[in-house]
């Protein structure tokens, strides 16, 4: 192993002879291994090259290494107890693994195979991306997915961030092979990666086999982000997506947020908390304690390198999704101006430190904290400071915080619903018109 | 039906040990069972920060009467509502004020409350869920709000979801009247109907600590929790309960089949077959056969129907683990242009294949290696562990079944595979839902 052997609370981390980081969470109390190969280029780098581009070639390295057919690949990992996935973000790629640890070297052996030298055959890719393809179809029998689609494509325009990770069936239609591989060289060098273990595994046992199994990977520099900011939009718009036959709505109202590393992000995620963000929070009281209007309903704040979404969901019935989304945007209105309570901030705010246990309390979930840091290029280890970030964070510091980056004017309102919709929701946007699409027109 | 009595005997410190079962190397669950009847299960690991504790209730859907399909699961909403002892939204504020997260499920033969809390808390949450256990007050508001609750979680999960459709369809096609035949979540009609009564009347009947298990899995002693259970529980008494009822799903004869339009643009497959009960040591056989013919991307029914002829979009198998008789389920979503009749051929044709050709033993291996991973993954974290103990003990009656699972996976043989597609899939009846574009 080269450079410094750094030991953190519950981690270490050293680099491999060619000079790939990688980090270790040992745990020995069950005998698995998790290991994440991840490199720093995801979809944000898809809109010269197709939505689903990058998603399409991860999965196609997926197939096996080179020499070896899908079918035996995955027949070796089935022997030994392994799991191996694909992730695909717009910051990141990951090939993700778990297996029975007295077997992780033999994983290992193939997996960093794959990801050096993997086959892309040509035949694998045709067949990969019509299953693609017919994925990305299916997708039409899911609202929740397809409003989300719909959502992020008003939000954020042309914007990278609004293309969806896994494509649509005409873009992965124009994605070809030689471009599927130039995704897949461009991205791989030592200084563009991370790998992570935690488990049944040591430090110096992980180094041997990276510095096995990984070596031939080329020496390059980490790549910089492909995308600027995004705009957003001005106004207040409502999107109607027309799906027949719907009794039920799916309601999105969100807006721009803000970068992962902004340092309001904590002071946000407080006062997200008590908005949204529990059984407790304002909006599930709201919603579904008081009215019964929806099974579920949360709030979430996106973070990534530029500034992701802020979104409020529920799934109302038609005849109370009008009443809804005026009930949510009111709600979003008087939290934006009035911040928490102070009963609520401090609720929220201890369960944010309080639950923190949750977060951190297998190897696996600390590893990936760990894997988030390095995609953010933070201190590996920066996770451990969470609970000083939170406890610092006023009542008056979220409400600003609140104030300066969720916009109070330039909102999205998606409803996947009912055609019949359309009229009534005209009182919601600004300027009355409602844009509507056919919902097959985000597949 | 039952009634509440005193407890037999003076409830206090006494336990009876009911053994301790190696779930896996180095994690242990130690049992017990109060005078009033509450069986416990403890396993302790001070490794981790947190502490999961759940309640299991030996009721389900499978206990409900025709008429009144879903009360099971109202009643797991309402018990999150108040008590005597504590207001509306007490409970949820209470438990995440402790920074601990909870929720609960209902499902054929169970219904079970988890709260997932720091370990500090444990204490807290045992009386929380004590003064629910025995205590719970209603009134017509709360029943109204979480009627309508209820109802949108039915919209969201059956009646604008084509799977969730599907399904429904599937379950009645195969039970008829048994009760695993109609749906955990209940026909509308039935949730709009349920009146305060109706739902005290099922409270009374089914919860008490002898028709309960409870688990707690994390840091804690083994010693302060039994002192725990004692004070909080130790008090409340036994009910007398009728034995559960045990009615057999009547076979299933020749092909039951229905096509049902609904608002997808491709067609799809479900299939159901009866299999053993989640007990019987021939479940294994189920799961290796489901490993075998759906495990990841190299089983032998997905790789034919997704890879192979490009049929399928996915496919995929389901062993229910049911305390009676329960259902293989199968289901396959066609991709464009392909009929869900096709997609039935194209199974039969691999069912065929599995009876008449050699299965080798890697292959069966590889299914089983599969199972072994899946099994310890689910013992990761102090929820899987309770989780896992919870489901055998109160739905099962099996707690040893944690650990002898996966040995009687391992005896599987090629032989038992294609006896029980043989016997059970080709040589008996089976369901068949074929969904078709409205």
Request: aromatic share 8%; charged share 25%; glycine share 10%.
């Amino acid at each position: 192993m080269n450079g410094t052997c750094v030991q953190g609370q519950g981690f270490e981390t050293a680099s491999t002879d060619n000079g790939i980081r990688f980090v270790v969470a040992p745990d020995a109390s069950v005998p698995l291994v998790h290991v994440r190969l991840v490199v720093f280029s995801g979809s944000a780098a898809d809109s010269d090259r197709g939505a689903g581009c990058s998603y399409l070639t991860w999965r196609w390295v997926r197939c096996g290494p080179e020499g070896v057919d899908e079918e035996r690949a995955n027949a070796y990992f089935d022997r030994l107890g392994a799991r191996v996935s694909v992730n695909v973000s717009s910051s990141y790629a990951s090939v993700n693994a778990v297996v029975l640890s007295r077997n992780l070297e033999g994983l290992m052996s193939v997996l960093g195979t794959m990801v050096e030298r993997p086959a892309l055959r040509d035949v694998d890719f045709e067949k990969l991306r019509r299953e693609m393809v017919a994925q990305v179809r299916a997708l039409a029998d899911d609202d929740r997915a397809l409003g989300t689609r719909a959502f992020r494509r008003a939000l954020f325009g042309d914007h990278a961030y609004g293309d969806p990770v896994a494509g649509t069936a005409a873009s992965l239609s124009g994605v070809t092979p030689d471009e599927a591989r130039t995704c897949h060289s461009r991205a791989l060098f030592t200084g563009n990666m991370i790998v992570g273990l935690a488990g049944d595994v040591t430090l110096g046992a992980a180094g041997t086999l990276l510095n096995r199994y990984l070596g031939r990977v080329p020496e390059g520099p980490r790549q910089p982000y492909p995308v600027g900011e995004p705009k957003g939009r001005t106004g207040r718009g409502v999107t109607l997506v027309d799906k027949p036959e719907r009794s039920q709505s799916q309601v999105f109202v969100g807006t721009l947020g803000m970068r992962a590393r902004d340092p309001d992000y904590h002071p946000v995620l407080v006062a997200n908390t008590g908005f949204g963000g529990t059984f407790t929070s304002i909006l599930m009281q709201e919603v579904r304690e008081k009215r019964g209007w929806s099974y579920g309903t949360s709030s979430g704040l996106g973070s990534d390198e530029r500034r992701d979404a802020w979104l409020m969901w529920s799934a109302p019935s038609t005849a109370d999704t009008v009443d809804c989304v005026t009930l949510m945007l009111n709600l979003y209105d008087r939290w934006r101006a009035r911040g928490l309570s102070e009963d609520q901030h401090a609720f929220a705010r201890a369960y944010l430190l309080k639950s923190r246990p949750f977060d951190v309390d297998t190897c696996a979930k600390r590893l990936d904290l760990l894997m988030d840091e390095a995609v953010r290029r933070e201190p590996l280890g920066a996770y451990l400071e969470f609970e000083q970030r939170i406890e610092s964070v006023t009542r008056t510091r979220a409400q600003k915080a609140v104030a300066k980056h969720l916009s109070p004017t330039d909102l999205c309102v998606v409803v996947l619903g009912d055609g019949a919709l359309r009229s009534p929701l005209e009182g919601i946007a600004t300027g009355g018109a409602v844009e509507r699409f056919s919902f097959d027109t985000f597949v | 039906m039952g009634r509440r009595t005193s407890g037999r005997g003076k409830p206090g410190a006494s336990s009876q040990a009911l053994g301790t079962v190696h779930m896996i190397p180095g994690i242990q669950a130690h049992g017990y069972r109060l005078r009033n009847g509450l069986e416990v299960w403890l396993l302790p690991d001070a490794s981790v920060p947190v502490v999961s504790y759940q309640t299991w209730f030996r009721v389900g859907s499978a206990d409900e009467m025709r008429g009144k399909t879903g009360l099971a699961h109202l009643l797991e909403h309402l018990m999150f509502k108040s008590t005597e002892n504590r207001s509306q939204g007490e409970f949820d504020r209470t438990v995440e004020s402790c920074g601990g997260e909870t929720n609960a499920a209902t499902w054929t033969d169970f219904t079970f409350y988890h709260d997932e809390i720091p370990y500090t808390e444990l204490d807290t949450v045992m009386a929380l869920e004590a003064d629910r256990m025995s205590h719970l007050r209603l009134d017509e508001a709360q029943v109204a709000s979480e009627k309508d609750v209820v109802a949108n979680e039915r919209r969201l999960t059956v009646d604008n979801d084509v799977d969730g459709a599907a399904r429904e369809a599937l379950y009645a096609l195969a039970f008829g009247a048994h009760p695993y035949g109609w749906p955990t979540i209940g026909s509308m009609e039935d949730i709009e109907g349920f009146t305060v009564k109706d739902c005290e009347d099922f409270y009374v009947r089914n919860y008490s600590p002898n028709n309960a298990v409870v688990v707690i899995a994390g840091r804690f002693s083994v010693g302060e929790a039994l002192r725990g259970l004692d004070v909080h529980y130790g008090d409340k008494p036994a009910v007398v309960h009728g034995a559960r009822a045990k009615r057999g799903a009547k076979p299933i004869s020749g092909s039951r089949a229905e096509r049902i339009k609904l608002p997808t643009h491709t067609e799809r497959l479900l299939l159901g077959y009866h299999c053993h009960p989640g007990a019987h040591r021939m479940h294994a056989t189920w799961l290796v056969l489901n490993e075998l013919w759906f495990g990841g991307r190299s089983g032998r029914m997905f790789r034919h129907l997704v890879r192979e002829t490009e049929a399928a979009v996915d496919a995929d198998g389901f062993v229910t683990p049911f305390r009676q008789t329960g259902l293989f389920e199968i289901c396959a979503d066609a991709r464009e242009g392909v009929s869900a009749s096709r997609l039935l051929a194209l199974m039969d044709e691999q069912m065929e294949a599995t009876v008449n050709e050699d299965l080798d033993g890697e292959t069966l291996e590889r299914a089983k290696h599969r199972l072994e991973l899946s099994h310890t993954v689910g013992f990761e974290t102090a929820h899987g562990r309770a989780e896992e103990m919870g489901f055998m003990a109160a739905a099962l009656d099996s707690p040893h079944l944690t650990s002898e699972r996966m040995a009687q996976v391992r005896a599987v043989t090629a032989r038992d595979v294609r006896k029980l597609v043989w016997d059970r899939l080709l040589a008996r009846g089976r369901a068949v839902v074929m969904v078709t574009p409205s």
